[in-house]
């Protein structure tokens, strides 16, 4: 195949693959605001409300622990629109829930549509980044920090979209309507499936199981690090943040939904950045191990600070917002660094698998990010919330001082234009 024809061949499946990942994303992000903004309202304490993302991080576990398994065998194609289909499949389930069952069975109903939208998060998100390291050349170590921190930095942007989408919707349309109307919008985007290739990322060769497990060093170290960077974010915004703000500073589902939408935008513009301003005030080379630890140590003291200020009795509004914003940028470069990391260190045949294998740890992250988050929050409030986000990142930090540099085949220079 002639280099040009490839290289629009390689775009047009970027950019099919980024728009069914957008997609997803907005559901994603407005169906979790959606369910925590609505069960508040009636009810629900902060430990019940993590309790009803549980199956969520859990399948999300699984789905990472197998999926790079199903991607090696079956092609990416096939989890990332499957992906899409069982998130549709949740969204439906969620619109018969009756208020008027039981509250245990209201919860076990709830947990089990979030298991299958838990599925299908990591799928979709496993099938998308994996299929962008087989659309980059492997030398090409540049294009790769800037094609995934395209992907990364417009996908948690769309993310914060979904959560002021979700709220909005809540209050416009209702509980119902809302996921009738997001299911349609994701049935839409199966169709664009036709024009993905068959065999991405399908490999020849059976994988054995004993295989699922990483046997790659940097692998698994860079999955440890990412287990707690992901666990100190959730932590303190999953269930502790949002309900902060509702039921201690009063805000309205708008301000609560749009607050947490602009930080998760402004989150994501830092990371589609990130390639461009690292090379600006860095050495301009792609990211090595020293640069995820230098932003992971400058992360430990954010969340931190931000308990010592509020135990001080400073404006907790004021703190709040600063002290997000500015947890939001660091926490943005290093989540850049490790989308990178973890395809610099994966060869093209072992792509999903180890993706997969990588992802499952920032699910289990997630997972105990969500439910200390939920019981915390109950018993020491945010403050406790963040006091245990700075020891989480602190961990990450710890392990990530292992990490070797990548080890790239040919020498790569990071050229000026590549980041623009």
């Known amino acids: 195949m002639p280099a040009t024809t490839a290289a629009n061949a390689n775009l047009k499946n970027y950019a099919l693959v980024t728009l069914a990942y957008w997609g997803f994303t907005l559901t994603d992000g407005a169906l979790r605001m959606l369910v925590l903004l609505y069960f508040n309202e009636i009810g629900y304490t902060p430990i019940e409300i993590a309790f009803l993302f549980l199956f969520y991080e859990i399948f999300g576990i699984i789905t990472n622990f197998l999926g790079g398994w199903i991607g090696s065998q079956l092609g990416l194609k096939v989890t990332l629109y499957s992906g899409i289909g069982l998130q549709v499949f949740a969204l439906l389930m969620l619109s018969f829930l009756n208020r008027d069952w039981p509250q245990w069975l209201a919860v076990l109903y709830v947990m089990t549509s979030q298991a299958f939208s838990g599925i299908a998060k990591d799928l979709t998100k496993m099938s998308s980044k994996s299929a962008i390291r087989l659309v980059v050349p492997q030398e ?32 416009a349309f209702g509980f119902v309507t809302s996921l009738w109307m997001m299911a349609i919008g994701l049935i839409l985007i199966l169709f664009t499936g036709v024009m993905l290739p068959k065999g991405m990322g399908k490999i020849k060769a059976k994988v054995k199981f004993t295989q699922l497990f990483s046997k790659s060093r940097e692998i698994n170290i860079l999955s440890a690090a990412r287990f707690f960077l992901f666990g100190s974010r959730d932590v ?132 105990i990010g969500t439910v200390l988050s939920g019981v915390i929050y109950q018993l020491y409030g945010l403050v406790g919330c963040l006091w245990a986000s700075s020891l989480f990142v602190l961990a990450a930090w710890v392990i990530s001082l292992k990490l070797p540099d990548p080890q790239l085949r040919k020498a790569i220079v990071w050229q000026a234009g590549d980041g623009d």
Request: glycine share 10%.
């Open 140 to 171: 090409a170590q540049s294009s790769l920090f800037k094609w995934v921190a395209v992907l990364t930095g417009s996908k948690n942007a769309l993310k914060g979209v979904g959560f002021f989408l979700g709220a909005a919707l809540l209050a």
């Open 236 to 367: 303190w915004f999953v269930v502790g943040l949002p309900v902060f703000l509702r039921s201690v500073l009063g805000w309205s589902f708008y301000q609560a939904g749009g607050f947490l939408a602009c930080w998760v935008i402004g989150y994501g513009i830092i990371q589609f950045l990130a390639p461009t301003l690292l090379r600006r005030f860095g050495s301009g080379e792609p990211p090595k191990s020293k640069t995820i630890q230098f932003w992971t140590g400058i992360l430990t003291a954010v969340p931190a600070s931000i308990a010592i200020a509020m135990q001080l009795q400073a404006p907790p509004d004021v703190t709040i917002v600063v002290g997000l914003m500015i947890f939001g940028v660091v926490f943005a470069f290093n989540s850049a660094v490790h989308s990178y990391l973890v395809l610099a260190f994966t060869d093209d045949d072992k792509v999903a698998l180890n993706v997969g294998f990588y992802y499952m740890a920032n699910s289990g992250g997630r997972l």
